[in-house]
């Protein structure tokens, strides 16, 4: 066996130190990562046995020679030499990255050694989610694990959607179980299906992200069923495992530190994620509409196409040039200086723009203007200590944050504690416990509602509206709602908004304010039977109420209306394990670890719902008793979940080289009818540590493992028996009415049966290596609803059916380049890629609806197909699979348009591949990091480009054509729009294809295009209206984005001599600074609209932020 170099050597040293005439050296020894201080850390004179240790606030003293090289060691860290040239040093130690006696946390919170592991696991260090801070510590973890995909919605506080190697369930849950202390803790959401299709609300973020950063210590992903098992069905998608921090006993006397820290960001609009408006035309349809209510404008032809109207604006009783308000399109009057024209802010009575003409120009203040930057403050401050029996620390956080919507907001508030005590020499007491309170105001409204902005700015917008005027008619006139989009001259009503509302009037009176408080906890007692045995008790329990209300002012485009929602949840978690680790043989040759437990799970979750109903009566008084009819019975939700599980697993080790590890768990679930509530899943893993066998100078570890497990999943609650829903009375006469999926008593628990296999290896005295994974994966008796007939009373029954596999490849690799005294490159690399296939559904089906979203597409699980299907109508293309053909439109518009085919797969939501590459520079007391984090394939349906191509506010909407005439004139007069990439069908419909322009399989074939496409109107070749394919609006998901920058400088304690400061850091941060490389126009690939199953959606979607920030730390 190799020997390795041990801390108690070291410590042997110091008890034998002989001291030389010498100088007195004293320091302090810092985390690189964290910058915390690092005691223990061993300290000696290089070439002699003169050592010491650094105490609890990393702190030393020793005698040296003038001169003299010292050593700094310990266990996990990379060693530095320092030159002993002054009486005060200042040292950091970066984390080895392959340290080969690296300790982790596994299941249950256990640490073991990873080489014993014979499943994979990725960690993160607390420092990696603190530095550069996210308000969802979940999206900093985007680009630094293998085999995860992280998506957020973009939005303010919005959640995060956490996928670990591809999703399995067709319509459960495929997020990873998030685990804290032990703990498991609620992730939900508790968005509405209204959300997730697209059709407006509120994105109130992930539970998970109540988390404080700052009480991060570090995050292990367990990745596989192996490493998940002990958990139980619910970690059946992986597992989030975070430590948080704790204090630090100290032998021999007793210790205190406080560290408070500061940071602020501030994040501006990335431009190249917004829409990009032509500003060359004014409001309205053109002559789509042109003949239904525009009249014809005075002594000028120019005008009787529709884009103008002709009206006494002024009262002077001379006709004006009006521009059609009313329209929320831009296919209007070309922009013209020399023209006095009238628009909205004409009409208002109220404001001093009253009957007032403009110049019919561009706006100075764009769609852009309305975001305002956001901005982020951050403050910590911890206090932490111990003694020789005890340790405690008691944290506070103060989080907000100010978004791009004007009177958006979040604020959050953390208190975190933990405390330990030695109650004797077998007794051990600890407890963590950590409150939240998060408040929200003004959280962006998402998807196609007027509460989102980009509705407008994305989809139907007049793009001559200018930003500062509906500002300022909102600020200066009683914040009134004045809007853009006003009937306008000759409606009955010419000053009501017609489809949307004035901005700010929308952002600052129709909003959310919601209010979570949680509790998340546990106390332990670990009792220490003998030298080999250890009984654990643990109760656990996470708990939050919360509070959502919602408000539509009563001079809205819609119905006003206060909505409000209370929820509630408790979960408690009791468990007790005898944990058992021995050696064996006669060189204690043999190890064994083991543990046998029991888990007791109790979950509860209530929801009631109200709203008022046809309005409010008075304005600005949100309550429901100010309904203006009598609000509706509320909407009443219940569950409770029981799970009583006993687990057991066994690690057996042979000479620290072969490893062999047993687990298994049984569940009993109170979701399954009692004839199968009872499931068992176990799991085997090996690993081999072939490198002990080899003698090499250029190997430093080599491991081989594999695993296998079969687990199992419950059904959702209340699956089982049908419940009737009572509805509003009518008449006196109570109403109730059957569920539209039925329910089945005879379920069976879902199956997932995995196997894994692993190679790491680290070379070149570990500056080299790679951990490869390749993993497969199939999810079988899915809890499914089936199509049933209508006769039966309702749609749809659950099930079990169907099979989804999942299989790929995983990377994760590091790299130190360069390292001499003061400088040091490391390189870490994470790459994956997963196959999905859906295998079979209930019965001969070959397709699962999972959501249909507006703009006429689907999101299937297709038989044969990955799991994430797009489905809508498609184009014709050249021979089946060439380019797109257009055809002659034989109407008044003359020109090419699309073919529109059948309805068929346009798309996939799955990625090719995702990676993520950092770099990180030391020099000295400064450290450079950088993330770039990369999705490549994948795809979107954007409604906006759906909307926004039929109303002419994109940019190359205008402008003009390769024969330099504008697109928007008459194709006949030379103007509209050559697209080369399509191919031309000389014939107007698809009948007429014939023997001349067909194939020999009988696919149309086409020609080279020049036949360009009428763009004068809403009626353009590429406008919705005309019903063009689905397949024209779908996108491309790929990205390349610089992810994060951190530049942090840390004080010399030169610097700090004489102060009672123990250290100071300071960083200047970056994140999402920019995009790379992006296949898709106008928005950032990865925009949705919140967490869950129905992903590759893009509607109303907001721009990305770019932020930077400073840091600021002081140790004491």
Request: aromatic share 10%.
């Given at each position: ?9 070291v410590?042997a ?18 985390d ?20 010491t ?33 002054s009486?005060?040093?200042q040292?950091?130690?970066?984390a080895s990255?392959?340290q ?14 990873k ?10 260090d607390?420092a ?7 308000a ?11 085999g ?8 303010l506080?919005?959640s995060?959607n956490?996928?670990?190697r591809?999703s399995?369930s067709?319509?459960?849950?495929n997020?990873?179980l ?20 697209g059709?407006?609300?509120?994105d ?5 992200m ?5 009480d ?11 490493a ?9 998608n992986?597992v ?7 204090g ?21 609009i ?7 408006h ?11 509409y042109g003949g ?31 521009l059609?308000m009313g ?18 802010e004409s009409?208002?009575?109220e ?17 852009l203007?309305?975001?305002?930057q ?20 008691l ?8 978004g791009i ?5 979040i604020?959050?508030?953390?208190i975190a ?6 109650a ?7 407890a ?7 408040n ?9 509602d007027?509460r989102?902005?980009n ?10 509206t ?6 300022n ?11 853009w ?11 009501k908004?017609?489809?949307?509302d ?26 220490q039977?003998n030298?080999?045995?250890k009984l654990?008790?643990r ?14 002012g ?5 119905v ?8 509630a949840?408790?979960?408690q ?11 064996f ?14 888990n007791?799970r ?16 008075v304005?600005?008084v949100y309550?429901l ?8 019975a ?6 409770t979940?029981?799970?009583d599980g ?9 000479q ?13 679930s ?16 090996l690993?081999l ?11 430093s ?5 594999a695993n ?6 419950d ?14 009375p ?5 109403l109730?009415?059957a569920?539209?999926t039925?329910?089945?008593s ?15 290896v ?9 951990d490869?994974?390749a ?7 899915q809890?499914?609803?089936a199509?049933v ?18 299989q ?13 005294k003061?400088?040091q ?10 196959d999905?296939?859906?295998v079979?559904?209930?019965g001969?089906?070959?397709s699962?609806?999972?959501g ?6 689907n ?11 797009l489905?809508?109508t ?8 060439g ?6 439109w034989s109407?008044?518009?003359?020109g ?16 090719d ?5 950092s770099?990180a520079?030391?020099?000295?007391n ?8 990369a ?5 979107f ?11 002419g ?18 194709v006949e ?7 080369e ?6 014939i ?8 001349v ?6 696919n ?7 036949t ?14 005309l019903g ?26 030169s610097?700090l001599?004489?102060?009672?400061v ?5 960083s ?20 949705g609209?919140?967490?869950g ?16 920030g ?7």
């Amino acid at each position: 066996m190799k020997n390795k170099f041990s801390l108690w050597s070291v410590l042997a040293f110091v008890l034998a130190a002989n001291f030389a005439i010498a100088q007195s050296v004293s320091g302090v020894v810092s985390d690189a990562g964290s910058g915390d201080a690092l005691p223990g850390v061993a300290v000696s004179e290089k070439g002699t046995n003169n050592a010491t240790l650094t105490d609890f606030d990393g702190k030393f003293t020793i005698k040296a020679v003038k001169g003299a090289t010292l050593v700094f060691s310990s266990m996990g860290m990379e060693s530095k030499e320092v030159v002993a040239s002054s009486d005060f040093i200042q040292v950091s130690l970066s984390a080895s990255a392959s340290q080969l006696d690296e300790v982790v946390v596994t299941a249950l919170g256990m640490t073991r050694e990873k080489k014993s592991l014979g499943y994979a696991t990725q960690d993160v260090d607390g420092a990696e989610v603190t530095t550069v801070k996210d308000a969802n510590f979940v999206n900093s973890l985007s680009g630094k694990v293998a085999g995860v995909q992280i998506k957020s919605s973009g939005t303010l506080g919005g959640s995060a959607n956490v996928v670990i190697r591809g999703s399995s369930s067709l319509t459960g849950n495929n997020q990873a179980l998030f685990v804290v202390d032990g703990m498991p803790i609620s992730n939900s959401t508790g968005n509405s299906s209204n959300i997730a299709r697209g059709r407006g609300g509120y994105d109130y973020g992930n539970a998970a992200m109540d988390i404080n950063p700052e009480d991060i210590e570090n995050i292990s992903v367990l990745k596989g069923a192996a490493a998940t098992a002990l958990y139980g069905s619910r970690a059946s998608n992986g597992v989030v495992l975070i430590t948080t921090k704790s204090g630090k006993s100290s032998q021999g006397k007793k210790t205190l530190g406080v560290t408070v820290s500061t940071g602020i960001t501030v994040g501006a609009i990335n431009q190249n994620t917004f829409v990009r408006h032509q500003q060359s035309y004014g409001p309205g349809y053109g002559r789509f509409y042109g003949g239904a209510y525009i009249t014809t404008a005075p002594g000028d032809s120019t005008f009787t196409d529709g884009r103008a109207q002709s009206y006494d604006a002024n009262g002077d009783g001379q006709a004006d040039i009006a521009l059609p308000m009313g329209e929320d399109a831009s296919w209007g009057l070309a922009v013209d200086p020399s023209l006095d024209v009238y628009d909205w802010e004409s009409i208002f009575p109220e404001l001093d723009t009253y009957q007032q003409s403009k110049k019919h120009v561009a706006a100075e203040n764009g769609a852009l203007s309305f975001y305002e930057q956001s901005v982020t403050r951050n403050n910590n401050f911890a206090i932490d200590g111990g003694g020789e029996n005890t340790s405690f620390r008691l944290s506070a956080t103060s989080f907000d944050q100010k978004g791009i919507v004007p009177g958006s907001h979040i604020g959050r508030d953390n208190i975190a504690f933990s405390g330990r005590f030695n109650a004797s020499d077998k007794l051990t007491v600890s407890a963590k416990a950590n409150y939240i309170n998060q408040n929200g105001k003004g959280r962006y409204g998402t998807g196609y509602d007027s509460r989102n902005p980009n509705q407008a700015f994305r989809q139907w917008y007049n793009v001559l509206t200018d930003m500062d005027a509906q500002r300022n008619t909102y600020n200066n006139f009683g914040q009134k709602n004045y809007s853009w989009n006003a009937y306008g001259y000759g409606a009955a009503n010419p000053t009501k908004p017609h489809y949307f509302d004035n901005f700010y009037y929308s952002a600052l009176q129709n909003f959310s304010t919601d209010s979570r408080n949680r509790i998340i906890g546990n106390i332990m007692a670990e009792y220490q039977i003998n030298d080999w045995m250890k009984l654990t008790g643990r109760m656990s329990a996470d708990s939050y109420t919360e509070l959502r209300e919602e408000r539509i002012g009563t001079e809205s485009v819609d119905v006003s209306m206060y909505t409000r929602n209370n929820r509630a949840f408790t979960e408690q978690n009791n468990d007790l394990y005898l944990n058992m680790n021995k050696n064996f043989g006669t060189d204690d040759e043999i190890s064994f670890s083991g543990l046998l437990g029991y888990n007791q799970r109790r979950s509860s979750f209530q929801s009631i719902y109200a709203s008022t109903n046809g309005g409010l009566v008075v304005p600005g008084v949100y309550a429901l008793s100010n309904s203006v009819a009598a609000p509706a019975a509320p909407s009443e939700g219940s569950n409770t979940i029981g799970v009583d599980g006993i687990y057991g697993q066994a690690s057996v080790g042979y000479q620290n080289f072969l490893y062999l590890d047993l687990s298994a768990r049984q569940d009993v679930s109170s979701t399954l009818p009692v004839e199968n509530n009872t499931y068992f899943y176990p799991a085997a893993s090996l690993s081999l540590i072939w490198s002990e066998f080899v003698d090499s100078d250029i190997l430093s570890f080599g491991k081989l493992r594999a695993n296998w497990a079969n687990v199992g999943s419950d059904a959702p609650a209340n699956a089982l028996v049908d419940a009737y829903g009572i509805g509003t009375p009518f008449n006196g006469t109570t109403l109730a009415s059957a569920p539209s999926t039925q329910n089945n008593s005879t379920l069976l628990p879902e199956n997932t049966a995995s196997t894994e296999l692993g190679l790491e290896v680290k070379l070149f005295d570990n500056r080299f290596g790679f951990d490869l994974s390749a993993y497969q994966r199939s999810t079988t008796n899915q809890i499914l609803p089936a199509q049933v007939s209508t006769a039966t009373g309702t749609y749809y029954k659950y099930v079990n059916a169907g099979q989804v596999d999942n299989q790929g490849f995983e990377v994760s690799s590091y790299i130190t380049p360069v390292k001499t005294k003061d400088f040091q490159w490391d390189v870490n690399i994470n790459w994956s890629t997963n196959d999905n296939t859906v295998v079979s559904l209930f019965g001969d089906s070959e397709s699962l609806l999972l959501g249909s979203v507006q703009g006429g597409v689907n999101m299937t699980a297709r038989v044969g197909e990955s799991y994430g299907t797009l489905e809508g109508t498609q184009y014709v293309r050249a021979g089946g699979d060439g380019a797109p053909l257009v055809y002659d439109w034989s109407s008044s518009r003359g020109g090419a348009r699309y073919y529109t085919g059948d309805v068929g797969v346009i798309g996939n939501v799955q990625a090719d591949w995702r990676g993520g590459i950092s770099n990180a520079i030391s020099y000295k007391n400064v450290r450079l990091s950088a993330l770039v984090d990369a999705q490549w394939g994948g795809n979107f349906f954007s409604l906006d480009t759906y909307y926004g191509y039929g109303t002419g506010v994109y940019d190359f909407q205008a402008g003009t054509n390769a024969a330099g005439n504008p697109i928007r004139t008459n194709v006949e007069d030379g103007g509209g729009l050559t697209f080369e990439e399509v191919a031309y069908l000389g014939i107007e419909t698809p009948q007429q294809w014939d023997g001349v322009t067909v194939d020999a399989d009988g696919n149309p074939v086409g020609t080279a295009n020049s036949t360009p496409m009428w763009m004068n109107d809403y009626g353009n070749a590429m406008g919705w209206a005309l019903g063009g394919p689905k397949e024209m609006h779908i996108h491309d998901a790929s990205f390349v984005k610089l992810r994060e920058v951190a530049l942090t400088y840390t004080l010399p304690t030169s610097a700090l001599a004489g102060l009672p400061v123990a250290g100071v850091d300071v960083s200047f941060v970056g994140r999402n600074l920019a995009i790379l490389y992006k296949n898709t126009p106008w928005s950032d690939p990865e925009a949705g609209l919140a967490a869950g199953n129905l992903q590759g959606y893009q509607s109303g979607a907001y721009p990305t932020l770019r932020e930077v920030g400073v840091n600021l730390r002081v140790k004491f």
